[in-house]
């Protein structure tokens, strides 16, 4: 089965640090994009960002909200990818979403696996 | 960035209804746009991509159209399932941004 499982949410001070990890199943993980998207409390859906396959050099691109802030990377020995999340903010709070490109090729577009996502808060 | 706008944002329909969905872009996307169907307390899921084409086990009462700026989603006999939040999202130019949502309830 095809499926992608997130990690790491919790409650976190502003300022500080968290990593999400996204485990992957039943696909070739290496062959694919990554993306990340999230969606604070009852509002609507945010693009993070996404990683590339190491195919396109595992390039990056993020939403202007995270940039500088946010990094992704990825380990395809253990088919994980991960968000590094810096100097959060309170508005940083949301369910984040690791999700998968649907086809193989540069241009990263639909997203055609979502895992259940992981909540983030971000509170003193 | 490019603005993604859909209408209604909520929509109250009857099972049996057709029900359609815009979302216009604020610029020209070509067919670079997709929509996904969001369950309450669910993660959201691909239902059409390139504006016109059924993602892989999507019930055929779902389909997509437009290009340029101007998309429609339309769901030809509504279901008690389809009870969701519907986003539309271009993915022609960085940052892929989303549509704010249109909501369906039953009437």
């Known amino acids: 089965e095809v499926q992608l499982v997130e990690s790491g949410g919790g409650l976190v001070q502003p300022g500080r640090s968290l990593r999400l990890s996204c485990t992957a199943s039943?696909?070739?993980?290496?062959?694919?994009?990554m993306i990340w998207v999230r969606q604070a409390p009852g509002k609507g859906l945010e693009w993070v960002g996404f990683?590339?396959?190491?195919?396109?050099?595992?390039?990056?691109e993020y939403a202007a909200s995270v940039k500088g802030r946010f990094t992704m990377s990825r380990d395809d020995s253990k088919r994980i990818a991960y968000l590094q999340m810096n100097s959060l903010k309170t508005e940083d709070t949301a369910v984040y979403y690791c999700?998968?490109?649907?086809?193989?090729?540069?241009?990263?577009?639909?997203?055609?696996?979502w895992g259940q996502g992981t909540t983030v808060t971000v509170s003193s | 960035d490019i603005q993604m706008t859909q209408s209604p944002s909520s929509l109250s329909a009857s099972i049996g209804d057709r029900v359609t969905i815009t979302c216009q872009a604020s610029?020209?996307?070509?067919?670079?746009l997709n929509w996904y169907q969001q369950k309450p307390g669910k993660a959201p899921k691909l239902l059409i991509y390139?504006?016109?084409n059924l993602e892989a086990g999507v019930p055929s009462r779902f389909t997509g159209s437009g290009s340029g700026t101007d998309f429609t989603l339309t769901i030809s006999r509504l279901q008690a399932e389809d009870i969701a939040t519907y986003y539309c999202?271009?993915?022609?130019?960085?940052?892929?941004?989303f549509g704010q949502g249109t909501k369906l309830e039953i009437k």
């Open positions: 999700t998968r490109d649907q086809r193989f090729g540069p241009t990263v577009g639909a997203m055609d696996v």
């Open positions: 039943g696909f070739r993980f290496g062959e694919y994009a």
């Open positions: 990683i590339r396959s190491r195919t396109y050099g595992e390039t990056t």
């Open positions: 610029q020209d996307i070509s067919d670079y």
């Open positions: 390139d504006a016109s």
């Open positions: 999202q271009q993915y022609d130019n960085l940052p892929y941004t």
